[in-house]
């Protein structure tokens, strides 16, 4: 080992070290995450490739003595399971107006665009609502698209074909594929990472995306006594997680790079 991986190695041991004392953690207590498939925040929980989100709240809080649990379940479940305090937190979520009461750490844990996607052949282009007025738009029910595109759900001329279920997404790009709607909108990240694994050697046409980039973060339950300092702790973990380069090698088994461009140590 070079001395500079040993002295990153010994810089980590010392803030999960300060970390642990300062949170009385019992080897048994559990974090209880959830999430639909939103590969490659995401993925089932069955999988070697659980979501980098995952790889990280794990990387975070085992070291301090957690469990950390993930499940996946359809959206809407997972939102109203960590409402209502029966889990922990919610993986890859956005500080939605409707999440104003959970709790959020400070560091970020990615970003990503809201898009449009279409077959080759079309023609249509996102500029604002008023061009996706007459098109008919997969959605997942429950997910937060942003201020931008959010708005178009009351727009009358829009044609907003929202499903939900933990195969929503396959099933709106299915629909697409067979013509059954003009254009899906969805993270530009999970899109791609969804074609290249789920529907190899598709080629759909990427039709514009929102102005605004979104963070993603776990957001912790209103309901439960240790949100905060899960998120406290959450947040701390990925600043040394970046320092140590952990987090490079997490995103690499997904083929990510650091979303603020951190090179690796």
Excluded at 8 to 17: D, E, G, Q, V
Excluded at 45 to 72: C, M, N, W
Aim: proline content about 6%.
């Amino acid at each position: 080992m070079s001395a500079r991986a040993l002295c990153c190695r010994i810089a980590a041991i010392i803030l999960f070290s300060y970390l642990y004392a300062s949170s009385p953690a019992s080897a048994a207590e559990k974090i209880e995450l959830v999430s639909d498939p939103y590969c490659p925040f995401a993925c089932r929980s069955d999988s070697d490739h659980p979501g980098y989100v995952v790889e990280i709240a794990k990387a975070v809080f085992e070291p301090l003595g957690y469990e950390v649990q993930y499940r996946t379940i359809p959206f809407n479940r997972s939102v109203a399971m960590v409402a209502k305090g029966l889990a922990d937190g919610l993986v890859a979520a956005t500080k939605d107006p409707s999440r104003e009461k959970y709790y959020f750490g400070e560091e970020e844990l990615g970003r990503a665009q809201v898009c449009f996607y279409t077959l080759p052949s079309s023609n249509f282009r996102y500029i604002d609502l008023n061009s996706l007025k007459h098109q008919r738009v997969g959605s997942v029910q429950g997910y937060a698209y942003g201020k931008e595109i959010m708005p178009m759900f009351s727009v009358p001329d829009i044609e907003n074909d929202s499903i939900a279920g933990d195969k929503a997404l396959l099933a709106n790009i299915g629909k697409l594929i067979h013509g059954r709607i003009d254009t899906v909108v969805g993270n530009n990240m999970v899109m791609d990472y969804t074609l290249a694994h789920d529907f190899p050697g598709t080629v759909l046409r990427n039709a514009g995306c929102a102005r605004e980039t979104l963070s993603f973060y776990i957001p912790f339950s209103p309901a439960r006594a240790n949100s905060a300092l899960y998120a406290s702790l959450l947040s701390k973990g990925v600043v040394s997680l970046r320092k140590n380069g952990t987090l490079n090698d997490i995103l690499a088994r997904y083929g990510l790079k650091d979303w603020k461009g951190n090179p690796p140590r």
